[in-house]
């Protein structure tokens, strides 16, 4: 066994794992580095994603990896610290220190949730409180639910999460509340807005029961939904050179639509350089990465196979002369 590889992913979750799939599919030896930690750890359940609903996020990763192992695939526990272009591919260094050696790079590393410091939040943080309606609205339909402000969006959001439940509250947390416009939006569609801050969540036994504001209102809230800033792990693609642009969700690293960034031979799926999607786009994204990295090898590998002919040829024909 060496170190050197066709293909290296930073990042062994749905996108990364999908990445790999095509790649070791194809015969490429591949290694995966993933320190275990997936962004939706937190969620004891995992929908809206086609044949998996319902399971645990974990469950669904550890039978991705078993696929990709089962093609050969190898997983490296720990992360990648930085990458350098290296004799013609990129040698990729760990963070104890040893390195890889790649031909090509797939990073879906995903991002970080920065949580608000308010009491109680993060214990509920992937259960009773989360951000994408259409991976958990259905689960607590008709029940009470809270929306945390959380920018310029935040009302067309609000009316979003509005078709889920008639008994809907929008907090401001402190800010100031919506304008005269957006104000009557929210009275039309039946949605009680407050401005004062955050005191603390309620839970009992786990379970999101309320929510306390300043001056000691409590609102009984069965979830919240709410977006958070979003912090790209994309370290590796800043020190290969990659810039970052600005998006609706903060600044991230672009691609095209194989996953392709501005660097040869370097692609970024999933949460990374895409924060809104979900599971199933982000299996996707992979997939289309895995194999669009797997065409790019296939292109080397004919034109090395057509320099070493012609190579041959040219010294042939210089021996009969």
């Given amino acids: 066994m060496t170190n050197d590889y066709d293909a290296v992913i930073i990042g062994g979750g749905a996108a990364g794992l999908s990445a790999a799939l095509m790649l070791t599919r194809a015969g490429r030896r591949t290694a995966i580095v993933d320190e275990g930690l997936p962004r939706n750890r937190f969620a004891r359940e995992m929908h809206a994603v ?30 990648v610290d930085t990458a350098r272009r290296h004799n013609g591919g990129f040698e990729l260094t760990l963070g104890d220190g040893s390195a890889l050696h790649a031909r090509r790079i797939v990073v879906a590393s995903g991002l970080v949730d920065r949580l608000p410091e308010i009491p109680g939040f993060a214990e509920q943080w992937g259960t009773g409180i989360a951000s994408c309606p259409y991976c958990h609205g259905y689960e607590v339909a008709g029940r009470r639910i809270a929306v945390l402000a959380h920018g310029p969006q935040a009302v067309h959001y609000a009316t979003l999460v509005r078709q889920w439940s008639e008994n809907l509250v929008f907090l401001s947390n402190g800010g100031d509340l919506p304008g005269a416009e957006e104000g009557e939006l929210l009275a039309a569609r039946g949605i009680r807005a407050y401005s004062e801050p955050i005191e603390r969540m309620i839970s009992a036994e786990g379970t999101l029961t309320g929510i306390e504001l300043a001056g000691g209102t409590v609102l009984p809230v069965d979830a919240l939904f709410t977006h958070v800033r979003l912090e790209p792990n994309d370290a ?85 002369s």
């Fill in 236 to 320: 590796v693609l800043l020190a290969l050179g990659a810039t970052r642009a600005a998006t609706p969700h903060g600044d991230f690293v672009p691609v095209d639509g194989f996953g392709a960034t501005a660097i040869a031979g370097v692609w970024a799926v999933g949460n990374v350089v895409t924060p809104a999607a979900n599971v199933p786009m982000s299996m996707g994204a992979g997939a289309t990465a895995g194999a669009a990295a797997n065409m790019s090898l296939v292109q080397e590998d004919n034109d090395n196979a057509l320099r070493r002919a012609r190579a041959a040829t040219d010294s042939g024909a210089e021996l009969r």
């Fill in 50 to 79: 086609l044949g998996h609903d319902g399971k645990n996020p974990l469950d669904v990763v550890a039978a991705g990896r078993r696929d990709v192992e089962g093609f050969g695939g190898e997983f490296l526990r720990g992360t």
